[in-house]
């Protein structure tokens, strides 16, 4: 017997394909049982398919004969029903699904070409029990869509290594390609893969064509495609140098380690260590999902729980965020950011006051689920089931690498549920750069401290709010310096470990020109938690002003490297423009400052850096044109205004005057 599970549903006996119940949950309880690795309990099959049905388990055992009817055959009875768990009996028979499922879990890279190729064809071009959807089922459909995003990103890594067995250029390498591109299009090392084998076929056109299409992708998700460019560049320079074809019969080098990348020295160094990617979790408690809630605030807090791990690399919480928006599922986002391992999640809050919990790592490029897990406690206990999840995690993580250094420094948590999610809250507001949701962000972060003080990091996000009043000019700024001290003096005196508290302290004490000290504590910050992005970042943006230019693009492009994503990433790309234009590169500090200013939260200050750039490197239209964008949008804004908000050094003060003179000229 087959159970076809790839695609729509379908069991055969032999040749023959059986007629299954018309009845779309009995169809999908069998889709159930057959992928269930242990027996099920009657209560959850129940949970699982009916929205509170008049007699849950009367209509279960209707299911069950129905299922006996076309499984069961004689003197073998296929469905078990053993008191109250169901499972099903399918020794001897072949199901695509966990066929595929148990050979990426022993490990896809030492299967042979045709062994991968095999596999890979058990999907055709369809998905996970496609057409057997349950829209008043939303706990089958939480599973239905988990099971299909692994066996996505299942057939992904199969398309992947089946590409590696091939001779490099081959139809059968540049077919795998395109379909490996069909289901991960953001996967930069398959677009480089399929611009090699182009390359090693003469087919430079299409080359050209292709990479000018992914272009316009990447762009329009906000993705950076220039390392794709560098890959086609480097294949057409390569094939330049070799005779037509003369690398076709070599095997395995289509896909390289990573394409090329704009990256410094930097990120190079950070990508040798395993790298890491945590999605928001999933909320499955019925009811409309709200933003910055108990699954945004956990993912948070592992991220910054791992991050303090000097032996990851891990994507900050502001690109994860930017994905989850997209609702970009796990595999995806691994590829996309070519990282190692991706950890995602869900919770459900029950009417009980309990609080469950789901945890899966998987290893990106072999669809390998390296760990899984599930948590369960009373919503009192959140904080003990935050800290256990984020222990496991850290040390599966450092079981697969093999990693020796597994001593892990855990950030404080706060004390009280409500404090926490007030605090989430006020950080999806803080990085809007409006002077509403400014407002807002306080609100949310003065309500996290006044129920607990101890908790550092609403004081650092409180801090931030006061920091925007003054760079932005939207309070006083004499007041808002001072406010922005003290609130970032409260969050280290209740968390002195914390890097958060430094960073805050830090850009107050810049606000307050005393460098020397803000300095100090960026670095401890960075010191606590070596993958902190925003200390980094920040780090560059003092001495992209005012200090070690070529300092102030190493830190910038290390904090793009941590969080590509990142919601303050046309701060980082500003610091750079500033620091390339005390060298002396004006073009490239324009090219710089306008994509800083093409960020969709892009505030004012960012607007006239471009301008300032633009005009330097002789780009005098379009320089005109941002300066008109910037008096429709802020009439009257000026260089003093510019002023008030930096602390430039002599030389590029001197920089933007000479650019205002060329604007007015």
């Known amino acids: 017997m087959t159970l076809q599970l790839l695609g729509p549903l379908e069991v055969r006996r032999g040749a023959v394909a059986l007629p299954l119940p018309p009845s779309r949950k009995t169809?999908?309880?069998?889709?159930?049982?057959?992928?269930?690795?242990?027996?099920?309990?009657?209560?959850?099959?129940?949970?699982?398919?009916?929205?509170?049905?008049?007699?849950?388990?009367?209509?279960?055992?209707?299911?069950?004969?129905?299922?006996?009817?076309?499984?069961?055959?004689?003197?073998?009875?296929?469905?078990?029903?053993d008191g109250d768990a169901v499972s099903l009996d399918l020794a001897g028979c072949r199901l695509d699904a966990r066929e595929?499922?148990?050979?990426?879990?022993?490990?896809?890279?030492?299967?042979?070409?045709?062994?991968l190729e095999a596999l890979a064809a058990l999907f055709g071009g369809n998905d996970f029990l496609e057409g057997l959807e349950l829209p008043h089922s939303p706990a089958f459909t939480g599973w239905l869509v988990a099971e299909r995003r692994r066996l996505r990103?299942?057939?992904?890594?199969?398309?992947?290594?089946?590409?590696r067995a091939l001779p490099a250029g081959s139809d059968q390498a540049l077919a795998a390609l395109e379909r490996l591109l069909a289901i991960a299009p953001f996967d930069r090392r398959a677009h480089a893969g399929l611009l090699e084998a182009l390359a090693l076929?003469?087919?430079?056109?299409?080359?050209?064509?292709h990479l000018?299409?992914?272009?316009?992708?990447?762009?329009?998700?906000?993705?950076?495609?220039?390392?794709?460019?560098?890959a086609w560049r480097a294949a057409k320079a390569r094939q330049a140098r070799e005779p037509a074809g003369a690398a076709i019969d070599t095997a395995g080098a289509l896909l390289p380690a990573a394409?090329?990348?704009?990256?410094?020295?930097?990120?190079?160094?950070?990508?040798?260590?395993?790298?890491l990617a945590v999605l928001p979790f999933s909320d499955r408690t019925p009811g409309p999902a709200l933003r910055g809630g108990l699954g945004d605030g956990m993912a948070r807090d592992i991220i910054a729980r791992l991050s303090r791990l000097r032996s990851l690399f891990v994507i900050a919480d502001g690109t994860m965020f930017a994905l989850a928006e997209r609702r970009v599922d796990p595999g995806d986002a691994g590829r996309r950011l070519d990282v190692d391992y991706v950890a995602a999640g869900w919770l459900r809050r029950g009417a009980d006051a309990r609080l469950s919990v789901g945890v899966q790592l998987t290893e990106t490029r072999s669809a390998r689920v390296v760990w899984a897990q599930e948590y369960g406690g009373r919503l009192d206990d959140t904080f003990a089931v935050l800290d256990e999840i984020g222990d496991r995690i850290v040390v599966a993580i450092a079981n697969q690498v093999e990693v020796a250094e597994r001593n892990r420094a855990i950030l404080k948590n706060p004390?009280?549920?409500?404090?926490?999610?007030?605090?989430?809250?006020?950080?999806?507001?803080?990085?809007?750069?409006?002077?509403?949701?400014?407002?807002?962000?306080?609100?949310?972060?003065?309500?996290?401290?006044?129920?607990?003080?101890?908790?550092?990091?609403?004081?650092?996000?409180?801090?931030?709010?006061?920091?925007?009043?003054?760079?932005?000019?939207?309070?006083?700024?004499?007041?808002?310096?001072?406010?922005?001290y003290a609130a970032a003096a409260d969050g280290l005196m209740a968390d002195e470990q914390d890097p958060a508290s430094h960073w805050a302290l830090g850009r107050a004490l810049w606000l307050k020109s005393r460098h020397d000290e803000a300095l100090g504590e960026l670095r401890a910050a960075i010191d606590l938690s070596p993958s902190f992005a925003l200390g980094h970042y920040t780090l560059g943006f003092v001495h992209a002003q005012s200090g070690d230019a070529g300092l102030a693009i190493e830190a910038a492009d290390h904090a793009r490297a941590l969080s590509p994503l990142d919601p303050l990433l046309f701060g980082m790309l500003a610091s750079r423009a500033l620091a390339l234009l005390r060298l002396g590169r004006f073009e490239e500090a324009a090219d710089w400052a306008v994509r800083?200013?093409?960020?969709?939260?892009?505030?004012?200050?960012?607007?006239?850096?471009?301008?300032?750039?633009?005009?330097?490197?002789?780009?005098?239209?379009?320089?005109?044109?941002?300066?008109?964008?910037?008096?429709?949008?802020?009439?009257?804004?000026?260089?003093?205004?510019?002023?008030?908000?930096?602390?430039?050094?002599?030389?590029?003060?001197?920089l933007v005057r000479k650019a205002v003179g060329l604007l007015q000229a």
């Not at 990103?153 to 590409?163: D, R």
């Not at 076929?201 to 064509?209: A, F, I, K, N, V």
């Not at 401290?449 to 760079?471: E, K, M, N, V, Y």
């Not at 633009?614 to 964008?629: P, V, Y």
């Open 27 to 81: 169809r999908a309880l069998l889709a159930y049982l057959a992928m269930a690795a242990r027996p099920a309990r009657r209560s959850h099959l129940c949970e699982l398919l009916w929205d509170l049905p008049s007699d849950p388990r009367g209509e279960l055992r209707w299911c069950l004969s129905k299922l006996r009817a076309v499984l069961d055959e004689p003197g073998r009875p296929r469905v078990v029903a």
């Open 153 to 163: 990103a299942g057939h992904a890594a199969l398309l992947e290594h089946w590409v």
């Open 415 to 484: 004390n009280s549920l409500n404090a926490w999610e007030a605090h989430h809250r006020g950080l999806w507001h803080m990085v809007r750069f409006h002077r509403e949701d400014n407002e807002q962000a306080r609100q949310f972060f003065q309500t996290a401290i006044r129920l607990d003080p101890t908790f550092a990091r609403p004081h650092a996000g409180l801090s931030f709010t006061h920091f925007q009043d003054a760079f932005l000019g939207w309070r006083e700024r004499a007041a808002a310096v001072e406010q922005a």
């Open 596 to 654: 800083s200013a093409a960020r969709p939260n892009a505030h004012v200050h960012i607007r006239a850096i471009a301008m300032f750039c633009l005009a330097l490197a002789g780009r005098t239209q379009e320089a005109a044109a941002t300066a008109a964008a910037i008096q429709q949008a802020h009439p009257g804004y000026g260089l003093a205004d510019f002023n008030q908000a930096f602390q430039l050094g002599p030389d590029i003060a001197l």
């Open 100 to 115: 595929v499922g148990q050979a990426l879990q022993e490990g896809v890279a030492s299967l042979s070409a045709d062994r």
């Open 212 to 230: 000018a299409a992914v272009a316009r992708q990447f762009e329009a998700e906000g993705q950076d495609w220039a390392p794709i460019g560098h």
């Open 201 to 209: 076929r003469g087919r430079l056109r299409e080359g050209d064509d």
């Open 259 to 275: 394409p090329p990348d704009m990256a410094t020295d930097v990120a190079t160094a950070a990508a040798r260590r395993a790298s």
